[in-house]
């Protein structure tokens, strides 16, 4: 298949991140982990035989998330993808924690399916989420799903997914999720 692989959120000219921040709890700034992690997905996936493109936004340019939006779906809508696999983390109080995958449509829903159920052999299972609110999951002519794969905010769900060799061996478990053909 040929993957679209997009980092959620992006660094607005001013400085500011358009992600969550859980660092104030112990977390992680949800932005710069997923775009380093989406280094080890994308590898992961391509390990499998599959074709990924790595879609980040441009740091620095854009004054408002907004205009995120466009520019994913401009190179989405464009590039003849089979799937596009969106990568976040949810954020709330401190002690909210787990795992979910997103989708809109039956395609979407079978990816998400596979891919929670790896993603809950580390974090609570959430289980997948049907929504319709998201440019993502419904802006797209491929199918999508969108990873929360942990919370920022949860100080005890980041020391699992800290470092490299952990961003690795959770990448794994998302290529796992995304079978060949
Ligand atoms: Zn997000």
Redesign the pocket.
Known sequence: MKIALTV??SLLKNGNYT??DGKKYGGCN?YKWCKAFSKQVASAIRKNGHTVKRIVCPEKKFTSSIQEKAYKLNIINSGNYDLVIEL??NAASPSAKGTEVLYKSSAGKKYAEKVQKQLASVFTDRGIKLRDDLYMLNGTKPPAILIETFFCTNKGEYKKAKGIIKRRELAKLIAKGIPYK
Request: proline share 0%; glycine share 14%; net charge negative.
């Open positions: 959620g959120h992600s969550a949800e976040h983390l």
